[in-house]
């Protein structure tokens, strides 16, 4: 299906940008806070990859891994939500502090 390869190829995009800006980030939650959305990138790329499986492959290896993939995938992209709420405050609170300190 052309939406899920889409789906993928967006998913698999967002993880690289994130990733990039990890390595360029200087601050230690804001670090955490794209790590965060980073996995969750990578968590819905996993999670679309298996969902197109389902559709191209109808073998029961195939059911058996994409299953799999899926529940790896929305774990990953449920973990990265959950630890998202988690560090989007103390970012903020972050970047309050260094604008008071003036770096």
Avoid: C, D
């Amino acid at each position: 299906m052309p939406v899920f390869v889409i789906l993928i190829i967006f998913s698999i995009a967002f993880y690289v940008y994130y990733k990039l800006k990890y390595f360029r980030s200087n601050r230690p939650m804001e670090r955490r806070w794209i790590s965060a959305k980073s996995s969750i990138a990578l968590g819905a790329f996993v999670f679309f990859f298996a969902i197109n499986q389902f559709f191209i492959h109808q073998s029961t290896i195939s059911l058996i891994v994409g299953i799999v993939f899926v529940l790896v995938g929305g774990g990953s992209a449920w973990a990265g939500m959950r630890a998202y709420k988690h560090y989007l405050p103390l970012v903020i609170e972050e970047a309050k502090q260094l604008g008071k300190n003036g770096s």
